[in-house]
DNA sequence: AGTCACCTGATT
DNA sequence: AATCAGGTGACT
C-alpha cells in the first residue's frame, strides 16, 4: 500500500520519535515476517540503539549501534510507528520492539506481507543496487528518465512500477503521473514521444512532491492507516467519474493484474 | 515478459 | 461465495 512518499513520511515520523532509542527486547508474533531469518536471531538486538532511519524507494532502513541495520519493507499493509506502552499494540501487531524507556515499536501489518531482516552493508549494498534511481533527487533529470524507459517496449504504465528502473513508484501515483502527463498507459516505454518526456518527468516529481507534503501532514495519530491522499489523486479508484479536466468519465483497465485508471479522452490508448 | 504466491479483511 | 486491494519475489 504505501508508495514512496508514506514511507517517507513513515521514516520520517520514526525519527521523530524513535532516533537514538535502545531496543530492551523484541516480540515477533509472526515468524513468517522475518522469514528466511529465525526469531532466535533477532535476541542480537537487544541492547542496541536505534541511531537512525532513512529511506531508499520503498525501502526502510534503521541504522543500530553494533554496525547491524534492520531492513524493512511495508509491502501492501504494513506501518511502522511508536506507542508509550506495548499493551496498547493493535491486532494486526506482528512484530514489535520494546525500548528502554518502555515504549514500543510496533510493526503493524494486517497482510502480513511485510518484511524485516537484520542486514549487513553488503546485504544493503545488493538491495540498493537493485534499484533505479529516486526521482526526487536531483539527479533524477528527463534524460535519465528517457535511459529508464528506454530498454523496454513493455507498456508505460507497468515500466513506471518496475523498482529498477524508477524506484518508489507504486500502482497510485504510475496511474496519476500519466494522466498529469496526458499520456496513454498502454504507450509502450521505449516509443514515449520525445514531446512527452518532459511532462512525464515533471508530472511524476510533481505528484510524489505534492504527495510527500501531504503524507506527512495527514500523519497525527501514531497508529493511523497509511492511505495515500485521497483529496487531489485525480484519477485513482475513480473509475466512472468525471476527468478532472475534460469531464469524459475516468475508465480502468488491467495491465500486469493490477488496476489503471485512465481518461480515455486525454489520454487515449 | 507474463503468472502466481504470499496473507487478511472489505466489498460485491 | 467470489472478487478486490496501494507490493514484490519466485516461478515458468
Known sequence: MPELPEVDAVVRRFNQAAQNATIHSVKIERPGIVAPQLPAQFKALHNTTIL???RRAKHIFLDLSNGLTLHIHLRMTGNLYVL???RFRPHS???WFRLTDNRVIIFEDQR???????????DIEDIESKLGPEPLEPA????VLKQSLATTRSPIKPALLDQARIAG?????ASEALWHAKIPP?????QLPANKLKPLH???????QHAVTSAYAAYTNPGDPIESESFGVAVYDREGEPCLRCHTPIARMVQAQRSTYFCPHCQPC
Open 112 to 122: 502480513a506481507f511485510g518484511r524485516i531482516h537484520i542486514v549487513t552493508p553488503a
Open 84 to 86: 508509550p506502552d506495548y
Open 93 to 95: 501487531a506482528r512484530l
Open 52 to 54: 537512525a532511519a532513512r
Open 140 to 143: 533524477f533529470t528527463p534524460s
Open 202 to 208: 515533471t508530472a511524476i516529481r510533481k505528484v510524489l
Open 186 to 190: 498502454t504507450t509502450p516505454a521505449n
Open 169 to 173: 513508484i507504486g500502482n497510485i501515483y
